[in-house]
């Protein structure tokens, strides 16, 4: 078909309408929280806990997980599940045997379980 020829049924300079664009497919991490999850995650390697991460951007959640070697299971996960945000909240941190250490509506909140700070002992 040359570029002169317009295809059957349609007018000459008619407007051709695309679908809508889609909505995001997966959950993700905004800055903010990519933000709070890396300054933690620097923290710790600093500290010598941890070596490796992944980002997981699922369908239905959002998965931080850290690694002590990287060929072993993930230490903790850090999930972000926007379903659970009216009941347990969005956030959680799961173990590698999948433990919940703690669930919240603020990442902030829920990552201080993961954040060993040095205290002073008598």
Not at 29 to 56: C, H, K, Q, S, T
Not at 64 to 84: C, G, H, M, N, Q
Request: aromatic letters at 8%; zero cysteines; charged letters at 25%.
């Amino acid at each position: 078909m040359s570029e002169s020829e317009t295809p059957p049924g349609q007018r000459v300079g008619a407007v051709v309408t695309f679908p809508a664009a889609a909505a995001p497919s997966s959950v993700t991490f905004d800055r903010r929280e990519l933000n709070e999850l890396l300054n933690l995650y620097g923290r710790m390697v600093a500290a010598g806990e941890w070596r490796d991460y992944a980002i997981d951007f699922l369908r239905n959640k959002a998965q931080f997980s850290v690694f002590r070697r990287t060929a072993e299971v993930p230490l903790y996960r850090i999930v972000k599940d926007p379903s659970l945000a009216r009941r347990q909240g969005t956030y959680s941190v799961v173990t590698a045997t999948g433990l919940i250490l703690k669930r919240g509506a603020e990442l902030s909140r829920v990552l201080k379980v993961l954040d060993k700070r040095l205290s002073v002992v008598s």
